[in-house]
Structures are given as C-alpha cells and as structure tokens.
C-alpha cells in the first residue's frame, strides 16, 4: 500500500453522532489532530433525543457550543406526576439542574461547525470503516492502531474510539460481549408543534408531565415550539395495548396514536402526527477498552432514549476520554507509562456510571408500565413519598442524571 493511502493523525474516532462530533471538539481544544469517520453523508433530521442533562450541557459548554444553542432550547425546570387528572407530586431542577430540550440534529450541527472551525477536514462524511486492529510490522513505529476503510485507504493513529452506536460492527469483530441488562418497554413518540400545542418557544422554560396511568405512563415533554408525546406500549415482545383495553401488533399510526392519549389522559391532540416506535433496551458492553481502542456512547452502554438519557451519558464518556487522550499525547508525559491499559481509569469510571443510569432508567420504566388495583394504589403511594423532602431531592438527581 502506497504512503497516499494512508491518513496519521492521533485518533482516529469511528462514528459521527454527538458523542464523537463532541470528542473531537475536545480533543482539537487540547491540541490534538483528530479524524471523525461517518457513514452517513448528512445529518438525520429525523426526532430522536432531545433532553440534554446538566452534566451533558456542562461538556458542551466546554466544547463552546452550549450559548449558541441555548437560543434554540427549552429549559425544564421541573415537572409533575399525575395519575387520573391528579396530581401526586411536583420535582424542580433549581439553578444548573435544568434539562434542555433541543434536537440531537441541532446538537450535532453545532459540533459539527465547531469542528470544522478547529481542525477543518477531520470529519470525513460518506466513509466506512471495516476493520480496526493494532498496528503491527513497520506500522507499529509510528501509530498505535490502523483502520481500514471499505475503499482500501488506512487511517493510523495512537489511539482509537470507537463511537459508532449500540449496532456497532467493529466492536462485535473485537469479541466485546453485549451484554442486555433489566429493563425493556415499548414505546411510541410523536412531536405536536405550533400554537396549539400548548408547548414553550425556545429560549423559555417549561414543565415536563409524566401522567402515570393504568394502561401505561403517557409523557408531555417540552420541545421548543411544542410538546414531544411518548405514550408506553408495554414489554418488549409484547402486543401493544390499544384504546379501552383492545390490542394491536404494530406500531399506532396517527389516529392510534392520538386515541391513546385520549383515552389515557383526556387530551386530544392537534394537528397532524407523524408517530414512531421505538424499544428501550439496557445494554452494556463487557469491556470499554481494548489496548488502544476505547469505546464510547451508545457503542459503550444501551440507556431508555426517552429524555435523553444515553447522549448525556455520552458526553461525559467524550469529556473524560478527552482528559485521558490529552495526558496520553507526548506534550502530556504519560505516554510511556501507561502504553499497555492506556484506558483503565476511563474504563472503570465509565462503567460505574453506566451501571448506574441503567439501573435509575429501570427503575424509571417500571413506575411508568402499565398498573392496576393494589399495584396502582402503592405505586401513587410511592410517587407521593418520593415527592416529598428529603426524597425529592433526591428523585430530582436521578431525572437530572447528577453525579453520572
């Protein structure tokens, strides 16, 4: 292969979302040369997450993305629980603590423009990576790690991140286990805009509803210019409850969607609809690093997409990877020392943390599944314990994700 085939940077991070986008950011911040390898060829517009946790907007205030989008996002200072039209509790994220809701897109777009002012060509759009593997024979002088491409060019590196996703194929070719853990739902989502939604406009703040009902939670989250409906389905593998106890084996179209919310909390939704179904899965990798190649985001760790949850998880992945990449650079003396497990702090860290946010989204899912009887009773029951002091607190730290 001819030296024209062949990229150096110091890393080499496969995947484009928002945790690699925001990676390379911080690592270019630091005065490293990263290169992003996407697939895709554009931004999917299409709705995914849209809460960014305090923890996740802290990063991206690092990456100096976080002023610009703020003018698009929505604050969520609070919210409240209901079941049958009453409330049982309130929570507020006082300060800091508040959830901004904004579009993955939109994050993404920043990063990207972010990028592009840093290191001007490290993202490569329309690229596949198929193989990823230490470097070896003459390679090993000079970088830690080699990806192939699918047109036969290298990229070498010290150090690899593989940010790629839960469906990543290059974890799977490094034999990391997959690994599912408890909690799994159904679920189907539908964003509702303009002025009859009864939602915030950007640059405002806003409550979240979390409507605890019988045949399931049904959530009203603020989007800018809107209300972002998610409405549980039931378990995975199961058949989705209709309206007034009937069922269905797929996924609601709009006037099935709408008629679940009607029948659940009473509201009729406006305007055109447009719903998708989603399964929330909790997933964990067996292993974060291998040698020089780390894992990071959905790649690392599977979380309930439902508020976010699994970006903010990610952006601290990118926010201590970084710190990690930066010491392991030359300029940062710790090259040498720590050549064999360059990732073991990261990895254990990291792996706590996921660990704990999947058991706090567990944890969310059962309190939203569907209940009824006594199971409903001691469940209100709970929610109203939980709504007061010193549980608050407490309940709001585990929706704001604080200390992940």
Request: glycine residues 14%; contains cysteine.
């Amino acid at each position: 292969m001819s030296d024209a085939a062949v990229t150096r940077c110091d890393v080499v991070i496969v995947g484009g979302g928002p945790v690699g986008l925001l990676l390379a950011v911080l690592l270019a911040q630091r005065g490293l040369e990263p290169v992003v390898l996407e697939q895709r060829t554009r931004i999917a517009t299409r709705p995914k997450a849209v809460g960014v946790h305090a923890p996740g907007w802290r990063v991206l205030g690092a990456a100096g993305v976080a002023n610009a989008l703020a003018a698009e996002a929505v604050a969520i200072t609070g919210g409240e629980v209901e079941c049958d039209g009453r409330v049982l509790g309130r929570m507020r994220f006082p300060g800091d603590a508040a959830v901004r809701s904004v579009p993955q897109h939109r994050v993404e777009a920043a990063l990207e423009a972010r990028l592009a002012e840093l290191r001007p060509g490290a993202l490569r759009r329309g690229v596949e990576a198929v193989g990823i593997e230490p470097a070896s024979g003459a390679r090993a002088a000079r970088a830690g790690v080699w990806a192939r491409l699918a047109d036969g060019s290298v990229v070498e590196a010290d150090h690899a991140v593989l940010a790629d996703g839960v469906r990543s194929r290059l974890r799977a070719e490094l034999g990391i286990a997959w690994r599912l853990r408890r909690g799994s739902a159904r679920y189907a989502m539908a964003d509702v805009t303009g002025p009859e939604a009864g939602g915030a406009t950007a640059g405002t703040a806003a409550d979240a509803r979390l409507c605890f009902e019988r045949g399931g939670v049904v959530e009203a989250l603020p989007i800018p210019g809107g209300l972002r409906w998610v409405v549980h389905l039931g378990r995975a593998g199961r058949r989705r409850p209709g309206p007034s106890g009937t069922s269905a084996s797929e996924w609601p179209d709009a006037p099935a969607f709408a008629a679940l919310v009607a029948d659940r909390v009473g509201v009729r939704l406006p305007g055109a609809l447009e719903p998708s179904g989603f399964v929330a899965r909790q997933r964990l990798a067996a292993r974060f690093a291998i040698g020089r190649i780390a894992l990071a985001g959905d790649a690392a760790h599977e979380i309930s997409p439902i508020g976010g949850q699994g970006m903010s998880l990610g952006f601290r992945d990118a926010e201590e990877l970084a710190e990690v990449l930066a010491a392991l650079s030359p300029s940062g003396g710790a090259a040498g020392a720590r050549v064999d497990a360059p990732f073991a702090g990261y990895e254990r860290s990291r792996r706590r943390a996921a660990s704990r946010a999947i058991r706090r989204a567990a944890f969310n899912m059962a309190m939203g599944g569907p209940a009824g009887g006594i199971r409903l009773a001691l469940r209100n029951l709970a929610v109203r314990l939980l709504a007061l002091p010193p549980a608050r607190t407490a309940l709001a730290r585990v929706f704001t994700m604080r200390g992940l």
